[in-house]
């Protein structure tokens, strides 16, 4: 029997009763229409960990009974009584009821209903999120009442399977891991200059061509004899893989059944290399090209011909079909701009569209491609550098990922923005000072430093707070080229990123020794799930890469770069 006040991310409420539930042979579970995905769910966990039959109840009045409910608009007084969430919504509220005799879980709607599960399932001891059986229980929940809701709405993750590709099975893994910590979204970053990974029918030879490369750079660009940076080596090992569009909706389905939205971005106008790859005639030069093989910005872009658009307004469409998201990205950011400053035609466009740099040109595309999103009746969204130009629409949503500028210009401008702000919550980022880091990232990122994350800037007034509709952790991959090496980036620290943005401030003052205590416990549960955490002592010597460079900053040099590439978007 676990104490509720482990519960991560911690509630708002929790009132200690007197005695246990108990699981047992005979304990049933019902659920109201709206509630039924919800019981499939309880029923497919609870067998597979405990043996336990917990078949159906007829009768939701009955003792030994779990009752899975929405509030309905109809009963006032319970709905009513639910937390509020963001802007007053109690969509995602629970109210989490135990006795000896029956478990109620309470839901402002199915998702809450689903919230209210993850802390009945936290409740119960660790080996509940095994697939099998080590033991005969006993499965007991203390007497509780606990009532939650979240602080933020978009509560989410990146996940890069452009650098390196993991399989549908993986990622509907990670789906799980997500919806077990509370997390709503996963930013699904699908395209890039080193691959490309959905399929589309329309362009075949997308995957055909561009969801392959020949071989992965190992590690960090290192300087050279000269002082430039230089590749310390190739594995010389093909590297691919692509989603079809079956793949696709199976994820999509899967992750909805856990009230998790899977967004899809599509790469523009930079970043684009696999594309080009597969057909030339997008680019800037026209010329052949390989999907690359290095990691950081290739300066191969889309070039600004009506065709271009129209390649991508396709993919869109097919994109958009198998995505029920109300939101789409288009990318948008590290956009080089050298091929069009020195591209004669580029010119010429510049001046038949009217515009006056490279900086609106950039605009214009992107302004293209979410008017066509807008256009299906969704909403596009992006990263920081959509806000160049100064000429985006007020519809359009902003990633805001080098520091929080890009948050606090978007909300003054009056978008609605994603914090996910790289020295905060970039999970690809080194964990420790350690020499035995595996190929070391930027700067130091460590739980209690994601645990502090605030997705709200600073100096912003009431309305332009309301924009910020929450934040995300970005999982970029290019040293990350297997499912264990994923769990250790990811954890603990997605621990910490749901508890700063489901309970935020909200249920009080964050105090990260009380976090750390809950953590604690919390990685018994992660062991059962089968993660592959870091631990607190550092990498095992099998976690390690000894050999391989990293590109570790310090958070001075790193702060000194942002302001420089936000200079142009700070207001």
Known sequence: MVDCDMLIPRPRRTEPGVGAFAITPSTRIAADPASES???YLQQTLRGSTGLPVRDADDAHATDVIVLRVATDTDDATAAALPEGPGGDRSEAFRFDVTPDRVEVTGGSAAGVFYGVQALLQSLPADVYRKGRVGTGPWSIPSVTVEDAPAFAWRGVMLDVARHFRTKHEVMRVVDQLAAHRLNRLHFHLTEDQGWRIEIRKYPRLTEVGSWRTESQVGAHVPGPDGELVIAGKDGRPHGGYYTQDDIREIVAYAADRFVTVVPEIETPGHVRAALAAYPELGVTGQPIDVWTEWGIADDVLNAEESTIAFFQ?????????????????????????????DPRTQERIRELGLEDEEQLQAWIIGRLAAHVESHGRRAFGWDEILEGGTLSKSATVVSWRGLTGARTAAKRGHDVISAPDDQVYLDYRQSDLETEPIPVSIVLTVDDVFAFDPVPSDLTDAERAHVIGGQGNMWTEHVDTARKLDYQLFPRVAALAEALWSADVTGPRDVAEFRGRLAEHVARLEAMGIEYRHEAGPFPWEQRPGVPGRPHSREERAAYIDAVTANIAE
């Open 38 to 40: 919800v019981r499939l």
């Open 314 to 342: 396709d993919v869109l469409d097919e994109v958009i079909a198998l995505f029920p998201s109300e939101y789409i990205g288009v990318g948008g950011d590290e956009c080089p701009k050298v091929q069009w400053e020195q």
